[in-house]
């Protein structure tokens, strides 16, 4: 099996998450989408070309595997899209907010 179809058969078995990832499921994914994930965080976004390169894989294997990772909630597309490219960015959903009651936070504050 090659790079793509192990990445995308990872991804394929991957719950679809329409308001983002937690950082849990990106540790959860193999090295490289892992990598490149992290890599997009670090930088805001990422083109199409500099995930292909990051990936090794070809322009159209690249463009397939990032459709699949909108779909699943990983990325979303990026509101500045470059001439001639597609920029992606990390789709992380918010963090969930104290679910404790409130009377426990009163006890604590006694």
């Not at 990026?78 to 009163?106: C, F, M, V």
Request: aromatic share 4%; glycine share 4%.
């Amino acid at each position: 099996m090659d790079t793509f179809d192990s990445l995308k058969q990872v991804l394929d078995e991957c719950e679809r998450k329409e308001n983002g990832v937690f950082a849990s499921d990106i540790a959860a994914l193999p090295e490289s989408l892992r990598a490149a994930l992290n890599k997009i965080m670090r930088q805001t976004s990422m083109t199409l070309s500099d995930l292909k390169a990051e990936l090794g894989l070809e322009l159209e294997p690249a463009r397939l595997l990032a459709n699949l990772m909108i779909e699943k909630g990983f990325l979303k597309l990026s509101a500045r899209q470059p001439e001639n490219d597609t920029a992606y960015e990390a789709h992380l959903a918010r963090k969930r907010g104290s679910t404790a009651p409130l009377k426990i936070w009163q006890a604590i504050d006694e």
